[in-house]
T-cell receptor, first 118, second 112 residues
Framework: DTEVTQTPKHLVMGMTNKKSLKCEQH?????MYWYKQKAKKPPELMFV???????INESVPSRFSPECPNSSLLNLHLHALQPEDSALYLC?????????????????FGDGTRLSIL | QQQVKQSPQSLIVQKGGISIINCAYE??????FPWYQQFPGKGPALLIA?????SEKKEGRFTISFNKSAKQFSLHIMDSQPGDSATYFC???????????FGKGTKLTVNP
């Protein structure tokens, strides 16, 4: 079992629906990430939160809206998605690098939410 | 410049054999090189990682070899087992950056 928990595991929604994906970690990590992964492809970075503030947005369409309510939780709000948005959405977390000596902290991934847009 | 090229795309190995996956990069500023293992229906799991000041790192049956001058690194899986059948991703990142640049992945199949 992973230490990053994602819910739901599967989600089917219509293009007009609003839904949210949730991610939780209790490892004390201060950086959290959302990735999108299509079949047979590597994960693609969407957003990074560092100390609960959005630090990276990889030019993601506004129909995806991230939220970090506290240091343990990360949400991804979905609205008016397109069929091409169907994918596995992965959450990850890592320790924040405080110095060069402990930079590049490993990212720990959850098992993802399989999203299907009808 | 930001790419990591991974080969082969797929690999079939007999049980007990050695699996070798190669990656190459261009950006000499990369200073962290992790390997991830992903099983179907699961998220990627960190397998092993290396920094450029080390030429080799071994953890159990898994070894990373790193060639800084050639800008290449590889994963060796010794005594490959059917349970190793998964997709493997190499990655690279810059010091202090949260961004990981992933290779395209290698689907490994270990036949019994």
């Amino acid at each position: 079992d992973t230490e990053v928990t994602q819910t739901p595991k599967h989600l089917v929604m219509g293009m007009t629906n609003k839904k949210s994906l949730k991610c939780e970690q209790h490892m004390g990590h201060r950086a959290m990430y959302w990735y999108k992964q299509k079949a047979k492809k590597p994960p693609e970075l969407m957003f990074v939160y560092s100390y609960e503030k959005l630090s990276i947005n990889e030019s993601v369409p506004s129909r995806f809206s991230p939220e970090c309510p506290n240091s343990s939780l990360l949400n991804l709000h979905l609205h008016a998605l397109q069929p091409e948005d169907s994918a596995l959405y992965l959450c990850a977390s890592s320790q924040e690098a405080l110095s060069w000596e402990n930079s590049n902290q490993p990212q720990h991934f959850g098992d993802g939410t399989r999203l299907s847009i009808l | 410049q930001q790419q990591v090229k991974q080969s082969p795309q797929s690999l079939i190995v007999q049980k007990g054999g050695i699996s070798i996956i190669n990656c190459a990069y261009e950006n000499t500023a990369f200073d962290y090189f992790p390997w991830y293992q992903q099983f179907p229906g699961k998220g990627p799991a960190l397998l092993i990682a290396i920094r450029p000041d080390v030429s080799e790192k071994k953890e159990g049956r898994f070894t990373i070899s790193f060639n800084k001058s050639a800008k290449q690194f590889s994963l060796h899986i010794m005594d490959s087992q059917p349970g190793d059948s998964a997709t493997y991703f190499c990655a690279a990142s810059l010091g202090g950056s949260e961004k990981l640049v992933f290779g395209k992945g290698t689907k490994l199949t270990v036949n019994p």
